[in-house]
């Protein structure tokens, strides 16, 4: 059971180069989520899915495009990267809440990405 | 809107020594559900407890304890006998409950801890 894992680790690209994230979650997990993690900042929600086949806007959305064509993966795309967007990206899942209580979420090691 | 505080950006004590990392949080909702995890110098976040509104009963487990109080609007995580390993960023989150029902974490900007052999 691998929980969640995101691929690559490390990259470095060029202002307007683009690249997609990976995230792969093999828990079955109904939920997805994209967030960057920027020093002082704590974290802050990308986007979201609620299920295969949809995406929402979370906090931080712009410069940023998301997929999830299969429960498993959401995709993060950045078309035209700028150094703002040099930051730590970790993917996150949950199962749905099915009664009171508020899931936890279960995150993947993260992405450094460097935009020069 | 939602807002979780930290107010601590950094901590560093002495291995066996207690500490408390503060959490205040701002919240419309009656019903919520606080959060807090784990971020070791390794990267990735761990999950260490969940505390809804309307259970207001402190919580321990082992070293770790929580003391949620609403009147202050605080929930805040104490580690008795602190060891080494237990340096990490700590972050205090919020859940507000959106469209569709998923689970929107507001995180707070985390507090540093060292501890110190």
């Known amino acids: 059971n691998a929980g969640v894992t995101q691929t690559p680790k490390f990259r470095v690209l060029k202002t307007g180069q683009s690249m997609t994230l990976l995230c792969a979650q093999d828990?079955?997990?109904?939920?997805m989520y994209w967030y960057r993690q920027d020093p002082g900042m704590g974290l802050r929600l990308i986007h979201y899915?609620?299920?295969?086949?949809?995406?929402a806007k979370g906090e931080v959305p712009d410069g940023y495009n998301v997929s999830r064509l299969k429960k498993q993966n959401f995709l993060l795309g950045l078309e035209s990267a700028a150094p703002s967007q040099t930051s730590v990206y970790f993917c996150?899942?949950?199962?749905?809440?099915?009664?009171?209580?508020?899931?936890?979420?279960?995150f993947g090691p993260g992405t450094r990405l460097t935009v020069t | 809107a939602q807002k979780v505080t930290q107010a601590q950006t950094e901590i560093s004590v002495v291995e066996k020594e207690d500490v408390t990392l503060d959490c205040v949080y701002e919240?419309?909702?009656?019903?919520?559900?606080l959060f807090w995890y784990k971020q070791p110098p390794s990267g990735e976040l761990v999950f260490l407890i969940r505390r809804n509104s309307f259970d207001e009963q402190n919580e321990i487990s082992g070293r770790y304890s929580w003391n949620f109080q609403k009147s202050t609007s605080s929930f805040n995580f104490t580690i008795t006998a602190s060891q080494v390993v237990d340096s990490a960023v700590y972050f205090c989150?919020?859940?507000?409950?959106?469209?569709?029902?998923?689970?929107?974490?507001?995180f707070g900007k985390g507090t540093k801890l060292t501890v110190n052999p």
């Open positions: 989150a919020l859940s507000e409950a959106v469209w569709g029902g998923s689970e929107k974490l507001v």
């Open positions: 919240t419309r909702d009656t019903t919520y559900y």
């Open positions: 899915s609620v299920g295969e086949g949809t995406t």
């Open positions: 828990m079955n997990h109904e939920y």
């Open positions: 996150a899942s949950s199962y749905a809440r099915t009664g009171p209580t508020s899931p936890e979420q279960y």
